[in-house]
């Protein structure tokens, strides 16, 4: 059960290039994350999509795309990369049921990383 | 607006010792909190989590949190630190807003086991 798969996951890029990152989980799950890490910073998530055909921002969207590609996949786009999104990127996915209060009380379950380097 | 403060960027114990890495939240509802932890270049694993069934939750690895809403602590706890459980640990709330599940971490915590 390989879970969520991300590629590559190692990139080196140029200023000014674009670039696709790869996403797939093979749970079932609704609801698909994209988080970037940066040391101190925690994870700081980038976009989610909470359905299939639905995407919105995070806290730090700025400079990047998603596609939900179908229930399995959900990718993330760098148009125009710049130094400042050298970083390693976890995509993640989980149930989102609707727990008491509203909440989603499933835990999310993330990918090994894919780390970015924009020179 | 939710937040998780994690006090203690780095946290060293011997082995056998205690681990407590503390975490606090700030949360306008009652919340949903997990622990992770992330080894070596690889993704964030659940520890375990809190849904409000018990304020004392059992994870994996021997490691336990309990919730205390009057502290508005969650904080992890191990009784014997092991040299495996070297790694970076974070604590997470889940959002009030709709059921996406989306999660505010906290800037984490390095626990380093000296032998």
């Known amino acids: ?119 | 607006a939710q937040s998780v403060t994690q006090l203690g960027s780095h946290v060293s114990v011997s082995e056998g010792a205690l681990v407590l890495l503390r975490c606090n939240y700030s949360s306008s509802v009652p919340p949903y909190l997990f622990w992770y932890v992330q080894y070596p270049n690889q993704g964030l694993q659940l520890l375990l989590k809190y849904t409000s069934a018990a304020t004392l939750v059992k994870g994996i690895n021997g490691f336990e949190a309990e919730f205390k809403k009057s502290e508005t602590s969650f904080h992890l706890t191990k009784p014997s630190a092991h040299m495996s459980d070297a790694a970076e640990y974070f604590c997470a709330v889940c959002r009030a807003t709709s059921n996406t599940g989306k999660l505010i971490f906290g800037q984490g915590t390095t626990l380093q086991v000296k032998p």
């Open chain 1, 1 to 119: 059960n390989a879970g969520v798969t991300q590629t590559p996951k190692f990139q080196v890029l140029k200023t000014g290039q674009s670039m696709t990152l790869q996403c797939a989980q093979d749970m079932n799950h609704n609801s698909m994350y994209w988080y970037r890490q940066d040391p101190g910073m925690g994870l700081r998530l980038i976009y989610y999509s909470a359905s299939e055909g639905t995407t919105d921002k995070g806290e730090v969207p700025n400079g990047y795309n998603v596609s939900r590609l179908n229930k399995r996949e959900f990718s993330l786009r760098l148009e125009s990369a710049a130094p400042s999104q050298t970083s390693v990127y976890f995509c993640a996915s989980s149930e989102a049921r609707k727990g008491v209060g509203g909440h989603s009380n499933q835990p999310q379950h993330f990918g090994d990383g894919t780390r970015l380097s924009i020179l």
